[in-house]
């Protein structure tokens, strides 16, 4: 069985009006291809997230948040809460995001506890995890993406593991237009799966393995076509109605 998961992180891009004519488009085509399998998910900046929320009610296209803040209320200037993001539709959170850890310092621990306290709620969180050049370059790959399991995934149990969705996004081929190969990209799907699966046991192998970095309607064919993607996370060709679109229709070739 391969489940397809297309997520777009809308990054800070867009003003209410353009992300409602963003949607318009990627509804459109969600309307008109009654019969897609794939989940399709639109991830707004929070200015938009409630207008979208609206917009999308009773229908398959599914919204997320790009951050929120584990506490569910009070002095935290600044911060969004789950249940505040649940009250607008929204049901997929991404996290772990590397613009987030390297610019705004966010680390494993804060991580965790957002992905716990996204479960609590009911919601699905989105882990984004990888490595970059350097590291990659120094033969460390695999140790970062084990040490960023091991501590984003901490307290979580063999039952709830098939609520994560993971997105291995190499660092470098982040908004570079340089994607993975499709090599590099088996190669770590497949150790992922593994490592879950071993790690988690059996329900691992229904947690949804997204792959993002430079994804487009381009190389969409070759990634998502690798037996342990379940989908992507992508950036700039999500601000695309044509290239988003094109790369759902892509995914619909491979669901199982
Ligand atoms: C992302 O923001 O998660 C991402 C993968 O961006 P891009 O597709 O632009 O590389």
Known sequence: MKNMLIAGNWKMNTNVFES??????????????????SKVLVCPPFTSVYAIGQMIENTKLLLGAQNCYYEEKGA???????????YCGVS???????????YFKEEDEIINKK???????????????????????????????????????????????????IAYEPVWAIGTGISATREQVQEAHDFLRHFLVGKFGEKANRVYLLYGGSLSEKNADEILSIENV???????ASLKGDSFCSIIQTAEKYII
């Open 230 to 236: 379940n989908g992507g996370l992508i950036g700039g």
């Open 76 to 86: 935290f200037t600044g911060e969004i809460s789950i249940p505040m993001l649940e």
């Open 115 to 165: 992905l716990l306290a996204i479960l609590e709620y009911n919601l699905t969180p989105i882990l984004c995890i990888g490595e970059t050049l350097d590291e990659r370059n120094q033969g460390k790959t695999f140790d970062i993406l084990i040490n960023q399991l091991d501590k984003d995934l901490a307290g979580l149990t063999g039952d709830t593991i098939e609520r994560v969705v």
């Open 20 to 37: 409602q004519k963003l949607v318009e488009y990627i509804l459109g085509f969600v309307k008109t291809n009654a019969t897609l399998k």
């Open 92 to 102: 997929h959170i991404i996290i772990g995001h590397s613009e987030r850890r390297s």
